[in-house]
């Protein structure tokens, strides 16, 4: 296997990683950034982002992401394609395995891997994406205002992804496949109260319909078998997120569904010259925006670090 030492390992390429990488390539950390499998991350799988500032016309996820990567290259990042696959972070400095033959040696480490929706992994679905299909009602909400639409789930997410649905959308129907929602009494008593919003009970996604843009939802009663077409132009899906956390497993602090546990106020994990950011340590907000924010805050994280570690080197070498 072959070995690489660099200063500063960024792992992932959605707005978190780019942006980690253009303010460490700025401070003169050299970082070296691996894409994963998604390069660019979750944008370059949705047709207009309208909300991200400084693009007052709106953009497209992907031409925005190659706005991204071309920035973290004009300062320098060393940007590649791989995967890591495994790490050690039991001795320091840190060890990254890339596509299971390549070890990286990092003094510091940025995580930035993102999380990817859950889908119904139904007829239409793939296809209709970005087209009526959606996993973020507040980044795809505005395009169907006035609009009918259904919504998926039955968590505290689906019931605020609805509410808020429910305040630009002529009419919102929320699909339940049971008789009762996990959601928080709270938020279903919100849900319950608006009258624009009717909750489905009991009922299945069977197939979306369309050829260009979503026509229409065929929904199922499982109780009577009874199927229904509800003539709709935006279908969501709220039933979750993964965060692409896994081979951090036992080593970073996360909590119960994986997302990575920072230090309140920063980037820092429980380990020394780890730093996560964007989607993978964030279950709240969930955006692009917020993701390159907290980018940010790794690679001045990382910087800092760095330069502490450096000082406590020299004074250990000084004192010997
Ligand atoms: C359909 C859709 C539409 C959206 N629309 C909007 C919108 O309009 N406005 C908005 O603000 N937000 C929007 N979002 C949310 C936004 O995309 C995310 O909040 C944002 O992309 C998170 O950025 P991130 O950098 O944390 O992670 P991601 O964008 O998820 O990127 C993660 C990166 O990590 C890489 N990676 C994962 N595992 C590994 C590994 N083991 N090794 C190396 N690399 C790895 C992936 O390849 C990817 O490059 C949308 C999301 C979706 C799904």
């Given at each position: ?40 991350g979750q944008l370059t799988i949705t047709t207009e982002v309208d909300n991200y500032p400084g ?151 069977v197939k979306l319909n369309g050829e260009e843009d979503l026509e229409s939802v065929v929904v ?101």
């Amino acid at each position: 296997m072959t070995s690489e030492k660099v200063s500063c390992l960024i792992i992932g390429s959605g707005p978190a990683g780019y942006t980690a990488a253009i303010y460490a390539s700025r401070a003169g950390l050299n970082p070296v950034l691996y894409q994963g499998g998604q390069p660019g991350g979750q944008l370059t799988i949705t047709t207009e982002v309208d909300n991200y500032p400084g693009y007052p016309d709106g953009i497209t996820g992907p031409e925005m992401m190659i706005n991204f990567e071309k920035q973290a290259k004009r300062f320098g990042t060393d940007i590649r394609y791989g995967l890591a696959t495994e790490v050690d972070f039991t001795s320091y400095p840190h060890k990254v395995i890339i596509d299971g033959k390549k070890e990286i040696i990092a003094d510091s480490v940025i995580v930035s891997t993102g999380a990817s929706a859950k889908w119904l992994g139904i007829d239409g679905e793939e296809r209709l994406n970005g087209r009526g299909v959606s996993a973020c009602a507040v980044c795809d909400g505005f395009f169907f205002r006035g609009q009918d639409v259904v919504i998926v789930g039955a968590g505290d997410t689906a019931a605020e992804e609805a509410s808020y649905l429910a305040k630009l959308c002529r009419k919102v129907y929320l699909l339940v496949r049971r008789d009762e929602m996990r959601a928080s009494k709270i938020m279903q008593k919100r849900v319950e109260m608006l009258p624009n919003i009717e909750i489905l009970w009991n009922t299945e996604t069977v197939k979306l319909n369309g050829e260009e843009d979503l026509e229409s939802v065929v929904v199922k009663n499982n109780k009577t078998g009874e199927e229904t077409v509800l003539d709709v132009s935006g279908f969501f899906v709220a039933i979750g997120h993964k965060p692409n956390t896994d081979i951090f497993k036992g080593y970073l602090h996360m909590d119960e569904t994986g997302y990575i546990q920072t230090i309140k106020g920063s980037s820092c994990t429980n380990i020394k010259g780890v730093f996560a950011c964007g989607d993978a340590q964030d279950n709240v907000y969930r955006q692009a925006v917020t993701a390159a924010g907290t980018g940010c805050m790794a690679a001045l994280d990382a910087e800092r670090f760095l330069m502490e570690h450096e000082v406590e080197v020299i004074m250990e070498e000084a004192s010997a």
